[in-house]
């Protein structure tokens, strides 16, 4: 079963995926100080992370991250059991460099990307 697409891309099953809500709203005060608040939208947040990722997973992540300021991600949604695609805009990653001399390669350890929905 797949668990994370990134622009169609079938990439590594994330560790750890959260999923949260994000009111977008403008907040104003009136003339005698009452607080008034319009929720223009609904958005989700997804945050994705990575114990370990090869460096050929972390190219095509990169790659497709990379290429454009919206993607399309699709990732399993424990609420409904069904894979669910949003686009969205890749945000903060991070990662650390490994060595694994056990396979004498290079790997990336705790991978972390946050998308927020367009």
Do not use: C
Request: charged share 30%; hydrophobic share 40%.
């Amino acid at each position: 079963m797949d668990f994370f697409k990134v622009n169609g891309y079938i990439v590594k099953s994330p560790t750890e995926i959260t999923i949260s809500p994000e009111i977008l709203d403008k907040v104003e005060r009136t003339v005698d100080g009452t607080m008034v608040v319009d929720i223009i939208a609904k958005k989700r947040k997804v945050d994705v992370s990575w114990e370990y990722l090869s460096k050929e997973e972390m190219t095509t992540i990169v790659n497709q991250i990379g290429k454009d300021k919206f993607l399309e991600i699709s990732f399993h949604d424990n609420s409904t059991g069904e894979l669910v695609t949003m686009i969205a805009r890749a945000e903060g990653m991070t990662y650390q460099p490994y060595y694994n001399w056990a396979k004498s390669k290079i790997m990336w350890k705790a991978v972390s990307i946050s998308f927020s929905e367009r």
